[in-house]
Each structure stands twice: as C-alpha cells, then as structure tokens.
C-alpha cells in the first residue's frame, strides 16, 4: 500500500474509530495496523488527530527554528570551511563580534541563544554534508643513511611544553608522482597544535631545511623536538647537522616505518591545512612555491592558529570493545599558548596586539583571491603541458 492510499484509508476509518466504544476501538485499530503496518502507538496517535493534520511531533517546539538564526549560522559555518560543531561552539565567541562588524548588531536574544546554543542543535539545524575526497598518492620514500644515528621515538615527550613539533610533506602531484613539483612542509606542536606549513620546489634536503629554518622562526616558543617519518627529506646530514650544532639542541628522533599514527597530529593537519586549501591538484610549475608561500606565511598561518579551535584528547579508555574518549575545551592554538606558562610575557603581549588586529573574515576573503591567483596559474600550466 503507497502513501496516498494509507492517508485515504486513515481518513475513512478515522471516523468510525472516533464513534467507536472502547472495546471496538482495539479491534478498529489491531485492522488499522495490520493493514498499513504501523506501531500500535503511533497508529493511536494518527487515528487521534484532527482530520486533516497531521500529528504533532512530541516534544517541546524547537527554540532554534528561527530564520535570523539559521542566516548567522549558515555564515559562520561556511566562513570556518564548514567546521564540526564542537568547534563551531567554541569558535563562537571569536567570530562574533567580527560578524557584527560586518553584517550589522545582532538582536540581544539572538545572540544569546548564539553563545548558549549545543552542538546537537548546530547538528540538527545545519545538517552538514560530507564530502568524500580521493585518496591521495603517498611520496615517502625511505631514507636509510642515517637510520641507525636518528632513534625512533618510543616514548612520549613532555607534553607539559610547547615546541615539540611533528613533520610531514604533502605532494602536489596529481595523478603521477613522476616529475618536479611543488610540496608542502608542515610541522605541528604537540601541545597548543600551533601549525605552520611552508612549500618547497620538490623535496630536496637543502631545499626542507631552508623552510624548517623559515618555520622555526616564526614559532612564539622555541623548538624543542622534531619527529618526522622515514623519508629522505628528513633522514640527512644537513638536518642532522642544523640539529646538533643548534643552540637549544632539539631532540630529533623518527617514527617507525610504516606506522603513520606516530605521527598522528600532523597527519591529521595534512589534511585541515594542506588538502582542504589546495586539493589533489598537480603544482609543477616553479612560480607557484612563492604564491603558496605568500599564503601558508600570512592569512593562512593567522586564521587557523587564531581563529579556529582545535580539539585535544584528554583521555582514552577502553570499554570491552570499543574506545570511549574525552576531549578537553575545545580551544585555538593561540590561546593555548597564551596560557602557557613557559611562554614569555614578551612574546605573549606581541601575539595579543597581533590577534587584536585580525578579523577572520578579512583574512577569508585575502585568502580567496590569493587562491585565485594560484590556481588560475595551474590552469595556466595544465593547458600548457597538454599542447605539448
């Protein structure tokens, strides 16, 4: 039986199940279930509601459904690249005023139910879609020089400190890890998630060290520890080199092959902070490295470590077969590090002035048209290297 048919049939019977006595009412309605094959409870309450409406669904009206609502939080989420909602909660409070700055001053109720508002009811109003990507191709190649002289990390470090950093590259291949091309270096720390990324022209040692270099200048705390994979970008003698003649002599050690969740941080920040800006497209041209760069240094390095939040474990137990896992606050990787103790006031006044400067949706729209420009030029190229 389709749907026209069940609603013709309930609105024949509902009448005669309204005029019905009690002991009358079971049977009518033990036929009503057979027949359209409901539950006993909701076919009561479709045989108890009004002609021509349908029942209402139990529960206390949403509070949320207002369409002044829905327009801010449809902004904000595409505006944060369409952020989960734990974090879309807790970045609430950094976007907002700058929404007012540009959309005007929102109404005292609406922006309270704004702060008060649960991740289940962004869930339920929002209904993210999730987009599959394809995979991309892996370009690690191992380094076996220096294997024996770099030790593999078995431990964890003292997480209590900031500048305990992972390292990984990303290729801008395309389709074939054939040829030159662009890549991407990140390097994420430990405890504030702090991240930074840089490109460089292939993957070639000096080329690596020259942005780690770059990187670490730009960190608000020093560099106490570099963990990277297996590749031969990292197992070299001129990283060893730049290491052990360092001033602070960072600890560096390696994950073990083939085990990507050692270095799970910055393989999770391969993809919020390489993939999700720049897809899987193939970068072969030369140009395109200080165009990413002018990107990864400035707008990009600015909106993710001051304005987006991140989610940190607190603890993970397991439960007979499955994992049950706590996550603190979630919170920016700048505000971690302002409350970092080990972190000078110096460094920490120079970040406040800095984050005061900023609005997210300022940098969003730099960080448009700066993508424009790159990938405008790999269109360029693409067509180029098909004539030929």
């Given at each position: 039986?389709g749907k026209h048919e069940r609603r013709v049939y309930l609105e024949a019977i509902r009448k005669r199940y309204r005029r019905a006595r009690r ?29 021509g409406k349908s029942p209402r669904r139990p529960g206390r009206p949403s509070q949320y459904n207002q369409p002044a609502l829905l327009t801010v ?257 979630p919170q920016t990787p700048y505000q971690r590090v302002m409350s970092c103790e080990t972190v000078t006031d110096d460094i920490k006044s120079k ?38």
């Open positions: 039986m002991g009358d009412k079971g049977k009518i309605l033990d036929e009503f279930c057979s027949v359209c094959g409901y539950q006993r409870k909701y076919a009561i309450r479709l045989l108890g509601s009004k002609l939080l449809r902004r904000l989420w595409l505006a944060t690249d369409q952020m989960c909602s734990k974090r879309l909660v807790a970045a609430m409070p950094l976007w907002l005023p700058h929404y007012e700055t540009r959309f005007g001053v929102l109404d005292g109720s609406l922006r309270l139910m704004l702060t008060g508002i649960s991740p289940a009811s962004i869930d339920r109003l929002l209904k993210p879609i999730r987009v599959q990507h394809p995979k991309g191709l892996s370009g690690t190649k191992p380094g076996t020089l220096l294997k024996n002289q770099i030790p593999i990390r078995t431990l964890h470090w003292d997480i209590t400190l900031p500048g305990f950093m992972e390292a990984d590259t990303v290729a801008h291949c395309g389709n074939s890890l054939a040829g030159d091309f662009v890549w991407s270096l990140t390097l994420t720390d430990i405890l504030t998630g702090w991240t930074e990324c840089r490109a460089t022209w292939n993957k070639g040692s000096s080329g690596v060290l020259e942005q780690i270099k770059t990187i670490e200048k730009t960190l608000p705390f020093q560099l106490r520890g570099f963990d990277c994979d297996n590749g031969s970008e990292f197992l070299n003698h001129y990283l060893l080199r730049y290491f052990s003649e360092h001033p602070v002599k960072p600890v560096f050690t390696r994950s073990r092959p083939y085990k990507k969740n050692d270095n799970a941080h910055v393989e999770q920040k391969n993809w919020t902070h390489v993939r999700q800006l720049f897809g899987y497209e193939r970068f072969d041209n030369p140009e395109l490295t200080n165009l990413m760069n002018a990107l990864y240094a400035n707008e990009w390095s600015q909106l993710q470590n001051h304005f987006y939040p991140t989610l940190k474990l607190k603890k993970k137990e397991r439960i007979g077969a499955r994992y049950c896992k706590q996550y603190h606050t970040l406040q002035t800095r984050h005061e400067t900023l609005d997210p949706f300022d940098l969003k729209q730099q960080i448009d048209a700066k993508l424009r420009a790159i990938f405008s030029m790999v269109k360029v190229t693409s067509v180029l290297r098909q004539r030929s």
